[in-house]
Nanobody
Framework: QVRLVESGGGLVQPGGSLRLSCAAS????????GKWYRQPPGKPRELVAV???????SYADFVQGRFTISIDAAVKTGYLQLNSLESEDTAVYSC???????????????WGKGTLVTVSS
């Protein structure tokens, strides 16, 4: 059983930074890639960033160079570095990873429950 747990959210002032983590536990043979989503209050969920198994990254237009997605396969953890945060970045941030649990199993998508980021003065 694979489990993803996010951490690192909290209250930060505009212009501040946070580093979100997404730790995978259980049977994790290989992480094929990951994504971060966010859901602002009263709005639908939106894709924030994507990283492939090869390390290629892509970001939503609203990121504008402020966020960085990464994965450290050695510790089975994904990260989202958030810089120059704005009030509009307030949201629940959730991670999604495509994980191969065993050498012979098919990869599946797994989700964490999310971590709240609040940007306010």
């Amino acid at each position: 059983q694979v489990r993803l747990v996010e951490s690192g959210g909290g209250l930060v002032q505009p212009g501040g930074s946070l580093r979100l983590s997404c730790a995978a536990s259980g049977n994790v043979f290989r992480i094929n890639g990951g994504k971060w989503y966010r859901q602002p209050p009263g709005k639908p969920r939106e894709l924030v960033a994507v990283i492939s198994r090869d390390g290629e990254t892509s970001y939503a237009d609203f990121v504008q160079g402020r966020f960085t997605i990464s994965i450290d396969a050695a510790v089975k953890t994904g990260y989202l570095q958030l810089n120059s945060l704005e009030s509009e970045d307030t949201a629940v941030y959730s991670c999604n990873m495509n994980i191969k649990a065993f050498p012979t199993s098919s990869p599946l998508d797994y989700w964490g429950k999310g971590t709240l980021v609040t940007v306010s003065s």
